[in-house]
């Protein structure tokens, strides 16, 4: 068990023939009974701190490790966030190729449905147009035909009425 101030203080030493100087030594007695008080009071400050400090340690240690949770989260939500943007953006390709493929397929649906209509209505049209010649050249044949200049030479004669007198 180590010394107390008050340990030094009460120690008496035996006094023998040609012994130390009693002022002497209650002096140095009293000198370090001063300095051990200083130890202990600087050893008492110092073990107040240290215990201050490591209780800030402990906080700041404790703040560490929940800093680096955080971030460890923080990297795992990240890395989900991306590999499910990156699902989500090969489902919108995939969706958009779909669509491109759909839209290209009944374009040319309608385009062949179109150039078959445009092939039917040259039929129709050359039809229709070798009719109409044949219709217009047999009505010009029938106003070239001679009969229209017999019908100039019929005379008609007036016919007049009777009346009941005669």
Same mark, same amino acid.
């Given at each position: 068990m180590p010394l107390t101030p008050l340990d030094i203080h009460n120690k008496e030493f035996n006094?023998?023939?040609?012994?130390?100087? =009693?002022?002497?030594?209650? =002096?140095?007695?009293d000198q370090v009974i001063k300095d051990y008080e200083m130890v202990i009071r600087e050893k008492k400050e110092l073990e107040s701190k240290l215990s201050e400090l490591n209780e800030k340690l402990g906080h700041f240690t404790n703040i560490e490790e929940t800093l680096n949770k955080s971030i460890l989260i923080a990297q795992e939500t990240a890395e989900e966030v991306k590999r499910n943007a990156s699902k989500e953006a090969k489902l919108i390709i995939k969706e958009a190729e779909k669509n491109a493929d759909r839209i290209i397929n009944e374009s040319l649906a309608k385009s062949r449905k179109i150039s078959i209509e445009i092939e039917d209505l040259k039929k129709q049209s050359k039809v229709f147009r070798n009719r109409f010649k044949m219709l217009v050249e047999a009505q010009l044949d029938m106003l070239n035909n001679d009969d229209w200049d017999h019908l100039m030479e019929y005379n008609v004669e007036p016919v007049f009425a009777e009346s009941e007198e005669n």
């Amino acid at each position: 068990m180590p010394l107390t101030p008050l340990d030094i203080h009460n120690k008496e030493f035996n006094k023998g023939f040609r012994g130390y100087d =009693e002022d002497e030594v209650n =002096e140095f007695l009293d000198q370090v009974i001063k300095d051990y008080e200083m130890v202990i009071r600087e050893k008492k400050e110092l073990e107040s701190k240290l215990s201050e400090l490591n209780e800030k340690l402990g906080h700041f240690t404790n703040i560490e490790e929940t800093l680096n949770k955080s971030i460890l989260i923080a990297q795992e939500t990240a890395e989900e966030v991306k590999r499910n943007a990156s699902k989500e953006a090969k489902l919108i390709i995939k969706e958009a190729e779909k669509n491109a493929d759909r839209i290209i397929n009944e374009s040319l649906a309608k385009s062949r449905k179109i150039s078959i209509e445009i092939e039917d209505l040259k039929k129709q049209s050359k039809v229709f147009r070798n009719r109409f010649k044949m219709l217009v050249e047999a009505q010009l044949d029938m106003l070239n035909n001679d009969d229209w200049d017999h019908l100039m030479e019929y005379n008609v004669e007036p016919v007049f009425a009777e009346s009941e007198e005669n």
